[in-house]
């Protein structure tokens, strides 16, 4: 994370293979003081690619896509060297789909109809999550 006007700057991986979302996120994401966007994907082959290059602190990454899915992409990313957060976005927001990003090692999970309301606290998240720690003597 870099510095930007007294906070830690949050770098953002979008990956859908939907073209509409991808548009919709990217402006959703710029609205957000301290984001920025460093890559877009549309597959999980492309996610976990540019994951390793790219080294966000953020992937926001669809459940559904052809080839690879978020799924297996978000198990491979978690395995890299120093992973990135993924929070996985999915039109299909029920118990099972969130069990099973939770179980592939996803951070979190936001429904598509939900992403403009919460995407702000996704940043935030990320950037409490991400921040160094400081060790307190007792």
Do not use: W
């Not at 996120?25 to 710029?30: D, E, F, I, V």
């Not at 592939?104 to 109809?113: E, I, L, R, S, Y």
């Amino acid at each position: 994370m870099t510095q930007s006007e007294g906070r830690a700057t949050v770098k953002v991986l979008l990956v859908d293979d939907n073209r509409g979302f991808l548009t919709l996120a990217r402006h959703l994401l710029a609205e957000v003081p301290g984001t920025e966007l460093v890559g877009m994907g549309q597959d999980g082959f492309e996610a976990v690619k540019l994951a390793e290059q790219l080294r966000p602190d953020l992937v926001v990454m669809d459940i559904s896509m052809p080839g690879m899915g978020g799924l297996q992409a978000t198990r491979l990313i978690k395995v890299q060297d120093q992973p990135p957060q993924v929070v996985v976005v999915s039109h299909y927001d029920d118990a099972a789909h969130r069990e099973h990003a939770h179980a592939a090692g996803a951070d979190g999970f936001v429904a598509k109809n939900d992403f403009e309301r919460e995407i702000a606290g996704v940043i935030d998240r990320c950037r409490q999550n991400r921040q160094p720690r400081e060790v307190l003597d007792v």
